[in-house]
């Protein structure tokens, strides 16, 4: 699978003044794979030494720090020569060693030379929890998070697809119905299966040979349009199910994750708050409320459990602020905020929403529909680079994203059908007068009015 980090990692690489550097992410979302691709592609060697699991790893750094000592006893312990500047290091889960992570400190001042790269899933739980320092300013620092919509397109051979999809986006120009679609049917299966690399590569097993026309079949298969795909696919509904074991491996291991850094009543609540998702985004107002996690629940009971999920990479959380004009993040509310799922086929395997009601054209009016959404515009802004961020006015107005694109405030509403009328939009607009606006929903690209129309399948675009 293409992951976009690719190309930052590359940029990493010949940077002369490359740090260690710290890829962070959920667990799941294709940490290590990257990482050992992106060796195996532009190093002589790697070495990859998992810590969580290796023992004898975890060693090397219980005695001096010193680079050449540490690259010694690796070298001894792995076999492999460890050369500056054509040999990749990988420290996996370095969470499992804050002696470990502090010797990035010394190879970033001392030893430039060696290109060292730390990953991490729990790494923020892990030092709140055992109270050791992160190496601040001494490493550089990314964060992978699950394939975004483009990403899904090229793991399914439709990168010409998501190619058409850019180019109308910057135009504001129309798909077309048969183009417009296609597009959107991938989109629904986007929201059953996710963006999890396990996942997603359950649905590619299901690529066939070149040449059919996109469209949906009887059986309500998708097939690729000719010329834009380099093979015929068939996402339906039988391959869709395919994908709820992985999704459900995935939330087990979270599960399993929550006992790890947590005294059992604390991950009780960790637990409790992940649940709660769910009806949180099933309500009008999605608005986190502690209540929902328990009757009576307050920030001082379940504050430090929401923390532990956020700091993991688990969910995404979203700030409300009081003011649209720059810069946004000076006018946060801390106190008023959404969390979703940091990938939206998790949330719909938490849910049990029936694949047929997502990819049936006759549910758009169901009310946690607009819940899914949501979490799917959530994700695919957070792996752009954007902080999440929502505005109101009182109980009259809520506009779900508002974002920061250099010197512009972007107001982006969320429609999950075609029904776009917002008086919420039209609120921000009369009292902000942003430059232009984006609405997000299932209709064709556009541009009237000051509001940019976007289909939602288009999101990573933004």
């Not at 629904?188 to 690399?197: A, E, N, Q, R, T």
């Not at 000719?226 to 093979?231: F, K, V």
Request: glycine share 8%; aromatic share 10%; hydrophobic share 40%.
């Amino acid at each position: 699978m293409k992951r976009k980090i690719m190309s930052q990692l590359l940029k990493w690489k010949e940077n002369p003044n490359r740090k260690p550097l710290v890829l962070n992410g959920a667990r799941q979302v294709g940490k290590t794979y990257v990482l050992r691709q992106f060796g195996g592609r532009n190093y002589e060697n790697v070495v990859y030494l998992n810590l969580e699991i290796n023992a004898s790893a975890r060693h090397v750094f219980d005695g001096s720090l010193d680079p050449n000592t540490v690259i010694a006893g690796l070298e001894t312990l792995t076999r492999q020569k460890i050369k500056p500047d054509s040999t990749l290091l990988i420290l996996d889960e370095i969470q499992s060693s804050p002696r470990a992570l502090t010797s990035l400190k010394a190879f970033n001042e001392e030893a430039p030379q060696y290109h060292v790269v730390a990953a991490g899933s729990l790494l923020g739980v892990a030092i709140k929890h055992e109270q050791f320092s992160f190496p601040v300013g001494m490493v550089d620092e990314m964060r992978l998070y699950p394939l975004d919509f483009e990403e899904y397109l090229w793991a399914l051979g439709y990168r010409r697809l998501g190619d058409e999809i850019r180019a109308h986006y910057e135009l504001s120009a129309p798909m077309g119905k048969a183009l417009h679609e296609t597009a959107l049917s991938l989109y629904k299966s986007y929201l059953v299966s996710g963006g999890m690399p396990a996942s997603v590569k359950t649905l590619a097993r299901f690529s066939e040979k070149e040449g059919q026309d996109e469209t949906m079949d009887a059986q309500g298969y998708f097939t690729s349009v000719s010329g834009l795909g380099n093979e015929s696919q068939q996402v339906g509904i039988g391959s869709l199910l395919d994908t709820e074991t992985p999704r459900q491996l995935i939330l087990n291991e979270y599960a399993i994750d929550m006992t790890k850094y947590a005294t059992h009543s604390v991950a009780v609540k960790i637990q409790a708050c992940f649940e709660s998702i769910t009806q949180q985004l099933a309500k009008e107002n999605k608005k986190f409320q502690y209540k929902v996690v328990q009757h009576g629940g307050s920030a001082s009971i379940f504050g430090e459990s929401l923390d532990w999920l956020f700091r993991s990479g688990t969910v995404l959380r979203c700030q409300l602020i009081e003011q649209g004009i720059l810069p946004i993040a000076a006018y946060v509310n801390l106190s008023d905020f959404k969390i979703y799922m940091s990938d939206v086929g998790l949330l719909v395997q938490q849910s049990q929403m029936p694949s047929s009601v997502l990819l049936s054209p006759y549910y758009e009016d169901n009310t946690f529909m607009g819940g899914i959404v949501e979490n799917y515009v959530a994700q695919s802004l957070v792996a752009n680079g954007h902080k999440l961020y929502y505005w109101k006015s009182g109980n009259t107005a809520e506009v779900d994203f508002v974002i920061q694109l250099a010197d512009k405030v972007v107001p982006i509403e969320v429609k999950k059908g075609r029904h776009t009328k917002s008086r919420s939009l039209e609120q921000f607009v009369k009292k902000y007068a942003p430059e232009y606006s984006i609405r997000l929903s299932s209709r064709d690209f556009g541009l009237a009015n000051g509001i940019k129309s976007v289909p939602l399948y288009a999101a990573f675009c933004i």
